[in-house]
């Protein structure tokens, strides 16, 4: 079935520090891939969106995330995380039934900044 | 109007009553999608509507739960006789469809607390 798998349900980094959260899909065509977050009682907002073309993506808030095809990954990247940027991030893909489209998520990734 | 607007944002009800939801997709969005986010989970898809129409009614949990959308705008979700496992929020999200999601804009959701 297709689906999208965020493997890390927790991960700690400290201030300053790089990030990367990983994030796979299965799906049989080309996919359409979000990156959103979610801060504490906050809604979710998008932060990046790959459709096609440059498999490099820039997002907002500095994050950027990768589609790379063979490994059926589309991880999220920031070079230097902010005290800010603690929150649930969610990896979501479009699965196309016939005349139909369904924004699919996973479940997540909680991340914690260390001062 | 401007963002997925959805109300009320907090409802508390007691177990065995029913509730409606409401949801305001941005103007031009024909595809409106309702999800569920009990806490510290990820988004169950509840159901899809294109139009006025729903193709996807999949992630409804129970008969208890139902969803229509009137003049291709306004949805109402409405949990009949609620259960304490009802609790959760109730996200809105908006589109244009055809795109596969251009943009999914969400709502800040409902809060749903069953006593």
């Known amino acids: 079935a297709q689906s999208v798998t965020q493997p890390d349900i927790h991960i700690t980094v400290s201030e300053g520090a790089s990030l990367e959260l990983r994030c796979n899909y299965s799906y049989g065509a080309t996919p359409y891939l979000f990156w959103y977050v979610q801060s504490p009682g906050q809604g979710l907002q998008l932060l990046l969106k790959y459709f096609s073309g440059d498999t490099l993506v820039q997002g907002i808030k500095g994050f950027e995330a990768e589609f790379k095809r063979s490994q059926s990954s589309f991880n999220l990247r920031k070079p230097s995380v902010h005290w800010s940027d603690a929150a649930e991030y969610f990896c979501?893909?479009?699965?196309?039934?016939?005349?139909?489209?369904?924004?699919?998520f996973g479940t997540g990734t909680r991340l914690q900044v260390t001062l | 109007g401007a963002g997925v607007s959805q109300s009320p944002s907090n409802k508390v009800t007691e177990k065995g009553k029913d509730v409606e939801l409401r949801c305001d997709p941005i103007s031009g969005h024909t595809a409106l999608y309702w999800y569920r986010q009990r806490l510290g989970q990820g988004l169950e898809f509840l159901i899809y509507f294109q139009g006025n129409s729903a193709p996807d009614k999949s992630g409804l949990p129970s008969d208890r739960f139902s969803a229509e959308r009137t003049g291709e705008s306004v949805s109402t979700l409405t949990i009949q006789r609620t259960q304490q496992e009802d609790s959760a929020v109730y996200l809105c999200a908006s589109s244009f469809p055809s795109t596969g999601g251009w943009g999914y804009t969400f709502g800040s959701g409902t809060r749903l607390t069953v006593v």
């Open positions: 979501a893909v479009v699965i196309f039934t016939g005349t139909a489209s369904k924004l699919t």
